[in-house]
Protein backbone atom coordinates (compact mmCIF):
# COMPACT_ATOMS: atom_id res chain seq x y z
CA UNK A 1 0.00 0.00 0.00
CA UNK A 2 1.15 2.99 -0.87
CA UNK A 3 1.45 5.88 1.08
CA UNK A 4 2.55 9.35 1.28
CA UNK A 5 3.25 11.80 4.16
CA UNK A 6 3.77 15.59 3.73
CA UNK A 7 5.15 17.77 6.85
CA UNK A 8 6.47 21.30 6.53
CA UNK A 9 3.25 23.41 6.52
CA UNK A 10 2.21 26.26 9.04
CA UNK A 11 1.67 29.86 9.52
CA UNK A 12 3.98 32.68 7.54
CA UNK A 13 3.93 36.34 7.59
CA UNK A 14 3.36 37.52 3.14
CA UNK A 15 6.90 37.37 1.76
CA UNK A 16 8.01 34.37 4.15
CA UNK A 17 9.18 31.63 2.81
CA UNK A 18 7.96 27.14 3.54
CA UNK A 19 9.93 24.51 2.44
CA UNK A 20 6.97 21.39 2.17
CA UNK A 21 8.11 17.46 1.87
CA UNK A 22 6.88 14.32 1.29
CA UNK A 23 7.79 11.05 1.79
CA UNK A 24 6.61 7.92 0.20
CA UNK A 25 6.57 4.40 1.04
CA UNK A 26 4.87 1.24 0.54
CA UNK A 27 6.62 0.78 -2.67
CA UNK A 28 10.62 -0.61 -4.24
CA UNK A 29 9.38 1.28 -7.23
CA UNK A 30 10.72 4.96 -8.57
CA UNK A 31 7.69 6.89 -8.95
CA UNK A 32 7.04 8.35 -12.81
CA UNK A 33 6.29 11.69 -10.94
CA UNK A 34 6.11 13.46 -8.10
CA UNK A 35 4.36 16.56 -7.14
CA UNK A 36 1.98 18.99 -5.60
CA UNK A 37 -1.53 20.41 -5.81
CA UNK A 38 -3.26 23.10 -3.67
CA UNK A 39 -6.35 23.56 -2.60
CA UNK A 40 -8.03 26.90 -1.41
CA UNK A 41 -11.57 27.05 0.26
CA UNK A 42 -14.04 27.11 -2.37
CA UNK A 43 -11.64 26.44 -5.10
CA UNK A 44 -10.57 23.37 -6.99
CA UNK A 45 -7.68 21.77 -6.34
CA UNK A 46 -5.19 22.60 -8.91
CA UNK A 47 -1.58 21.52 -9.65
CA UNK A 48 1.15 23.69 -8.38
CA UNK A 49 4.16 21.59 -9.51
CA UNK A 50 4.81 18.35 -10.89
CA UNK A 51 8.75 16.85 -11.24
CA UNK A 52 8.28 13.87 -14.28
CA UNK A 53 11.27 11.09 -13.81
CA UNK A 54 12.87 12.87 -16.90
CA UNK A 55 13.60 15.28 -14.99
CA UNK A 56 11.01 17.70 -16.79
CA UNK A 57 9.34 19.92 -13.91
CA UNK A 58 6.08 21.95 -14.35
CA UNK A 59 4.84 24.82 -12.58
CA UNK A 60 1.47 26.75 -12.26
CA UNK A 61 2.15 29.93 -13.56
CA UNK A 62 1.29 31.63 -10.59
CA UNK A 63 4.45 29.98 -8.79
CA UNK A 64 6.74 30.39 -11.55
CA UNK A 65 9.95 32.02 -10.15
CA UNK A 66 8.72 31.70 -6.59
CA UNK A 67 8.45 27.83 -5.92
CA UNK A 68 10.91 25.45 -6.66
CA UNK A 69 10.31 21.30 -6.74
CA UNK A 70 13.06 18.71 -6.55
CA UNK A 71 12.75 15.40 -5.86
CA UNK A 72 14.89 12.57 -4.48
CA UNK A 73 14.45 9.51 -6.77
CA UNK A 74 15.98 7.08 -4.96
CA UNK A 75 14.41 7.85 -1.61
CA UNK A 76 11.07 8.62 -3.13
CA UNK A 77 10.61 11.93 -1.46
CA UNK A 78 9.70 15.01 -2.98
CA UNK A 79 9.90 18.99 -1.95
CA UNK A 80 7.87 22.15 -2.62
CA UNK A 81 10.86 25.30 -1.41
CA UNK A 82 8.16 28.38 -1.47
CA UNK A 83 9.69 32.03 -1.32
CA UNK A 84 7.79 35.12 -1.17
CA UNK A 85 4.62 33.80 -0.14
CA UNK A 86 1.20 35.37 -0.70
CA UNK A 87 -1.85 35.61 1.15
CA UNK A 88 -3.41 33.91 -2.53
CA UNK A 89 -1.22 30.89 -1.75
CA UNK A 90 -2.93 29.90 1.03
CA UNK A 91 -4.49 26.57 0.91
CA UNK A 92 -3.99 22.71 1.71
CA UNK A 93 -1.25 21.24 0.15
CA UNK A 94 -1.12 18.03 -1.43
CA UNK A 95 1.54 15.67 -2.30
CA UNK A 96 0.69 13.94 -5.44
CA UNK A 97 2.33 10.64 -7.14
CA UNK A 98 2.13 8.18 -9.72
CA UNK A 99 3.44 5.01 -10.47
CA UNK A 100 3.17 5.16 -14.18
CA UNK A 101 1.68 7.89 -16.78
CA UNK A 102 -1.14 5.76 -16.67
CA UNK A 103 -1.47 4.67 -13.46
CA UNK A 104 -3.08 5.21 -10.02
CA UNK A 105 -3.12 8.41 -8.46
CA UNK A 106 -1.42 8.42 -4.90
CA UNK A 107 -2.25 11.33 -2.63
CA UNK A 108 -1.08 12.39 0.88
CA UNK A 109 -3.58 13.41 3.66
CA UNK A 110 -2.36 17.14 3.28
CA UNK A 111 -0.71 19.93 4.88
CA UNK A 112 -1.71 23.38 5.39
CA UNK A 113 -0.20 26.77 4.45
CA UNK A 114 -1.48 30.07 5.94
CA UNK A 115 -0.05 33.15 4.21
CA UNK A 116 -1.02 35.93 6.80
CA UNK A 117 0.02 39.07 8.83
Known amino acids: QVQLVESGGGLVQPGGSLRLSCAAS????????MGWFRQAPGRQRELVAA???????NYADSVKGRFTASRDIAKNTVFLQMNSLKPDDTAVYYC???????????WGQGTQVTVSS
Open 26 to 33: GTIFSFYV
Open 96 to 106: HAKLNKYGSDY
Open 51 to 57: VISSGTT
